[in-house]
């Protein structure tokens, strides 16, 4: 018979690389970046403290659907985030998905969340070293 194979640890999305608190979304949205994409928006904020790295938050406001239509955005959303090589930056991202990311492949969110990644440490890494120059 098939071999069963080992059961790795879990691999969903701990607590400490989530956004939790009102008050840190708040302080994304008012001081942080913003990143414009197809099937969201990247909100992203460096934090000080750099030994939790980066923790994610998704706002899916009921204009975007039903609870059903919403849970499965941020389901493909954390799932895409998880999948995502993660800056080297102590960072807090909040992402709002547009109502075309349900109909979007999952591929495509997957590039999408990587290229937004990719931009939040140019933007925090190598940015403040082009402006000295």
Same mark, same amino acid.
């Given at each position: 018979?098939?071999?069963?194979?080992?059961?790795?640890?879990?691999?969903?999305?701990?607590?400490?690389?989530?956004?939790?608190?009102?008050?840190?979304?708040?302080?994304?949205?008012?001081?942080?970046?913003?990143?414009?994409?197809?099937?969201?928006?990247?909100?992203?904020?460096?934090?000080?403290?750099?030994?939790?790295?980066?923790?994610?938050?998704?706002?899916?406001?009921?204009? &975007?659907?039903?609870?059903?239509?919403?849970?499965?955005?941020?389901?493909?959303?954390?799932?895409?985030?998880?999948?995502?090589?993660?800056?080297?930056?102590?960072?807090?991202?909040?992402?709002?998905?547009?109502?075309? &990311?349900?109909?979007?492949?999952?591929?495509?969110?997957?590039?999408?969340?990587?290229?937004?990644?990719?931009?939040?440490?140019?933007?925090?890494?190598?940015?403040?070293?082009?402006?000295?120059?």
């Amino acid at each position: 018979m098939g071999e069963v194979a080992p059961q790795n640890a879990k691999k969903g999305f701990p607590k400490s690389r989530r956004l939790l608190r009102h008050a840190d979304f708040e302080r994304v949205y008012k001081q942080g970046r913003r990143h414009f994409a197809a099937h969201m928006t990247v909100f992203y904020l460096r934090r000080e403290n750099v030994s939790t790295g980066v923790r994610v938050g998704f706002t899916v406001g009921r204009v &975007l659907g039903g609870a059903v239509q919403r849970n499965r955005m941020k389901r493909r959303l954390r799932e895409a985030v998880r999948l995502s090589v993660q800056p080297e930056v102590a960072v807090d991202v909040v992402i709002n998905p547009k109502r075309s &990311l349900l109909a979007a492949d999952f591929s495509e969110l997957q590039s999408e969340v990587a290229k937004a990644f990719h931009v939040i440490k140019k933007s925090l890494v190598d940015g403040p070293e082009k402006r000295r120059s």
